[in-house]
C-alpha cells in the first residue's frame, strides 16, 4: 500500500444519495494523471460529479472525456473549468452526459483507446420513493468493471475509487473489484490509501477528523461506518495487458498492494 496526501482544495458536495461517499479531490486527481499517464493520453472520468479529474488532464497535455448522470453538475464542472482554463483546454475538454449504467453508448468511440480510466464506485444505495431515505433493504447498483475494462488501450490504466459503504450493512467492495478486474484480464497493481484530511507529520488534523465525525452523527442513513471511512478514499490501480506505457506508481512510494 501507498499513502498519499489527497486532502480537496475545497469542500464538496456528497457524490452519492447517502451522503457517504465524496468527489475525486484536486490533488487525488493530479497524482492520478502524473502517475498514470503521458502527453496526449485520452482520460476518462466515468461517473464523474465534478471537474477535478478533467482539469488535471488538461493541466497535463492529455485529453479528458466525463461521463456525468447529473446534467446539472456537467453543468457546474463546464463553468468551473471556463474559470480556470483557456479557450483553447476547453476546445478539447469533452463532457457528456448519460444514466448510470448507460454510458456504453456514449463511449463507443473511445473502445480499448484510453491512456487512464478512472471510476467511483459510490454506494449507489436505492432511495425509498415514499420517503425520500435510503433504501438499505434493497439491492444497490453493482459498478460494471469489465465496461470500464474495455475503453483501457494496451498498457493504459484503470483506477477504481471506492470506500467502505452502508448497503443494508457496512460493506467493502475492494476484494469484488479487484476480482472483477481480474476477470476482465486487468493486472491489478497496487491499493492507494488517499487521505481526505491533511495531515502533519504522522497526524490528521484533528480538527477536521472531528469535523468528519460530527458529520457521521449527523446522518444516520451513515450509521455503522467508521470515522477513518471519511478520512480516506480506497484508489485500486490496474493495469491492461500489453507493453507499459507509464507506471510511475511505484516510483512515487509503490510497491504492490
Known sequence: MSVWL??????SVASCRVG?????????ARHLVAACTRLGNTV???GASDHQVVSAALTAGCLPVAVFADVARAGVSWSCLARTH????????????ADPGDDAGVLADFSGSAGLVVAEQTCQQ???RSTGRPDFGA?????????AAGLVKPGGHLVVITGLHREGG???PVPEIIARARQAGLVYLQHIIALRNPAHGERIDPDLSHRASAAIEGLPECAGLPASARVHADVLLFSASGATESTGSTERGGGEG
Do not use: M, N, T
Request: negative net charge; charged residues 25%; hydrophobic residues 45%.
Open 86 to 97: 483557456p479557450d483553447y483546454d476547453l476546445e478539447v475538454a469533452d463532457l457528456r452526459v
Open 126 to 128: 436505492p432511495v425509498c
Open 139 to 147: 439491492e444497490a447498483e453493482v459498478f460494471d468493471v469489465a465496461r
Open 170 to 172: 457496512v460493506v467493502d
Open 6 to 11: 489527497a486532502a480537496a482544495d475545497a469542500e
Open 44 to 46: 476518462v472520468h466515468l
Open 20 to 28: 457517504c461517499c465524496h468527489p475525486v479531490s484536486g490533488p487525488l
